[in-house]
């Protein structure tokens, strides 16, 4: 279950300073808007301590953690940048889940593409920037459908209803997951890959003393986002950065402390995200590797047990199920068996957070 988290914002306003923080391919971060056109791309552990618990009660040869995807995206240009726009807009369409960085700190020697700091304004920029995309999407499906529609193509009269609804509302500056269309019409729209239903994240990239609690900047974007359905978090993202270079982990934790922290906004980060998209982890322990899968909350047990491989879910027979508190607190499978805490589940079983599988199948 490949999870693909895409990092958005102006030019300059510290992309790929967190997809440093990110990730342990450090790709070069700018002093000018170069806008290069090259995504960088990197695959990263998510976090979760679980696993070394885990290890605890079941030695291992290997701990594998469950992995997300991120692509840091160069800068949005404004409408009109063409060969460069398209490159913009796949890499994009790509993503289930974009994280836009804002910039939230002053720093008179690295001037802000609009002349000053405000990060708001940079919310509806980009937001503008993205719905107009979306239209000339919608546009064109219009056009198609158009003709059908006046020969009478009942499906093809449907769509352009609902296209032009989406027309409508993008054009009032809305983005597409607002739209006011039943669930089901949202198929006309489906092969579009709209740019602005894709669920946000927003990153208040603030300066080093702000890192605890954000500061006038990053209080204006909460203000603003009080009542969208998104997270607003807080990086100071070039010191994060700086830290996530060093080579020992207690040094790690001793800078992040020094700052205020108690974790990287990293895992925050991708907390956040997996949250907004609904995901959660279960794993499978063993002998041989104890590992962390990521699957869609409320999978059903041959559904989470495609994730590992699709020869599972075709010949699912029965999952057995540890809680992860049981086994942590009973100390071993056998434990486990002997207090009834291995729960033998058929198809119906909807896997939770945390569930250790044991996968039996026959193809
Ligand atoms: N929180 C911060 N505080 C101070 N300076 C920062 C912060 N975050 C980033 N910077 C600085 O801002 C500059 C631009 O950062 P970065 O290259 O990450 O931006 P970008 O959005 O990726 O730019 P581009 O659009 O050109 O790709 C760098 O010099 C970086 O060190």
Redesign the pocket.
Known sequence: MGLKCGII???????????NCMSSTKAQ???????SGKSNLSTINVPDDRLYVLEKFQPTEKIVHTTVEIV?I??LSKTGGKGEGNKFLADVRNCDALIH?LRC?D?PS?PHIEGSVDPVRDIETVNFELQVRDLESIEKKLQKVEKAAKVGDKDAKKAFEVLSIYKNHLESFQNASTVPVDEQDKKYVEDLFLLTTKPVIYVC????SSAVDGNEYSNKVKEYLKNEDTEVLII????EAEISELDSEEDRKAFLEDVGLTEPGVNKLIRAAYSILNLETFFTVGPKEIRAWTMKKGMTAPQAAGVIHSDLERGFIRAEVMKYNDFITLGSEQACREKGKLYVEGKNYIVEDGDILHIRFNV
């Open positions: 914002g102006l030019a300059n306003v510290g992309k790929t300073t967190i997809f971060t700018s002093v000018v808007a170069t806008g840091d160069p800068g960085v700190f720093d690295l990239n603030v300066d080093e100071a993202g070039k010191i």
